[in-house]
């Protein structure tokens, strides 16, 4: 299979990147290995995507992405795992699949991010038995149940507020006795009398037998340990970039794992492009990785004519 660019990747910065390559005239594959959307599918409700002032679901939100896209008809999702890229020429080499092989004029990687583990005892044990690291996915499973969230930025916060739908009680827990996530999802979080807060604690241990039943928590500062009794512990600490798949005599700059690209999102190799959340930046949003995806393929056609 050939085309002009291919994208590996099918969340916000991914689909952008699809409708502005297509819209260039130039021929678009998007290579997807799960559900097309990205992490927002998990998202609940968004509201600060500009636009829709009433806000909207995330499944709303990506369907719009996808149908935007693959109305070109210049732009093929195929459905694969990427495992490979090599240099051909001033191209690219995509393996994918069980070894079928893309050759493509141009590559944009936009993998996104996945949610970080905790890395405490328990947790990969109970991970799906009360352990989850997505609370839109999983949530409906606490109807009347006690459950924690770990974490203080815009994740842990929104998706407190969301799991009050269903829990008894959400306490969160997090490690500082300030919330990194935006001011106006803390006065939420504050003035939700579902929501009780554990400042300055960390998660030490999850226990339970074949299911959650409760976290000892320490607190930071007299390093005392307490035991919480919940039924479910949502942890949100953040997200690591999906850049393991990489194969690494490519060598492809980056940073903790995030790659790392100019103004124009072009990375240590010319011809290939990063945008989205797996892009080495300030601001991980929805917003953000529309401008990347729209970046990175303007700059995909452009090093295609060049070449
Ligand atoms: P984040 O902003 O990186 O916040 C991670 C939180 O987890 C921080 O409060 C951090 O504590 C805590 N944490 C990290 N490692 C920990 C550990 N080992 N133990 C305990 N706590 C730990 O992650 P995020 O909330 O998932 O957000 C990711 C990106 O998506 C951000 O750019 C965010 O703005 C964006 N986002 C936006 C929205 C929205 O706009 N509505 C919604 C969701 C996400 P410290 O604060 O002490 O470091």
New binding site residues.
Partial sequence: MKCDIAIVGAGPAGLTAALYGARAGLDVTVLEMGVPGGQIMN?DW???YPGFPEGLTGVELMTNFLTQATNFEQVSLVMGHVTRIDREGTGFRITYGSEDTLLAKALIVATG?N??A??VAGEKELTGSGVSYCAVCDGAFFRDKEVAV?????????DAVFLTKFARKVTM????D?????KI?QERVRNNEKIELAMNR??EEIHGNGKVESLTLQNVETLETDTLNVDGVFI????KPNTGWINEDLQLDMINGYLTANDEMQTSIPGLFAAG?VRKKM???VSTAVGDGAVAAVSAARYIEEN
């Fill in positions: 998202t968004i509201e600060n991010a949610p970080r905790l890395g770990v974490g203080g930025g815009d994740t842990a916060l929104e827990i997090h490690r500082r300030a919330f990194r996530g935006a999802l960390t998660v949100l600490v953040g997200t959340d601001l991980r949003q």
